[in-house]
């Protein structure tokens, strides 16, 4: 959780960053506390480009749900297996879209209250954040460092 949760070096934050938004506010509350971040931009994105740079930066195969707003302004990020209450924190504060890992079963839901998700993969949300902390760690501690993926597939 510290890693979703970390506000540079963070997965959520390196999310929100990598689909060019700006940190807004704090969001996804688990165990009393806030996991993750709003972004905004003052250039929305359709949800097609997202997918497109979710695809390319985290080499995976996003599956999306697209029943909201056509124009992407906010977003709600919660990296790994954030669920319905992180999803209904979402819907709360009127976010066009919701990006995690994966989910339970969510589909009738979302398609009733008529926003766009999209699940980019519970490891490929997960390890953005490790690949920026080794920078960090590199380039505050001069250590070398060498990130090595094996994929889940999941």
């Known amino acids: 959780m ?18 060019g938004f700006e940190i807004d506010k704090d969001f996804a509350e688990y165990g009393g506390q806030s996991i993750s971040f709003t972004g905004k931009t003052q250039k929305p994105k359709s949800i097609e480009e997202i997918v497109k740079i979710l695809e390319k930066e985290l080499s995976a195969t996003c599956k999306v749900l697209p029943f ?6 906010t977003i709600g990020v919660c990296s790994g297996g954030g669920g319905y209450p ?5 819907v709360e504060l009127g976010l066009d879209l919701y990006l995690t890992g994966d989910s339970t079963e969510m589909y009738q ?14 490891h490929a949300t997960e390890i ?3 690949k ?9 501690l001069g250590v070398e460092t060498l990130f090595i993926d094996i994929p889940t597939g999941l």
């Open 128 to 130: 953005v954040g490790v």
């Open 68 to 73: 909201g707003k056509k124009e992407i302004k």
């Open 86 to 90: 992180q999803f209904m924190q979402a």
């Open 109 to 122: 839901m979302v398609k009733d209250i008529g926003m766009n998700v999209v699940f980019a993969g519970h």
């Open 132 to 140: 920026d902390l080794a920078k960090v760690v590199k380039e505050k």
């Open 2 to 19: 510290p890693l979703d949760a970390h506000p540079e070096s963070g997965n959520n934050a390196q999310l929100i960053k990598t689909l």
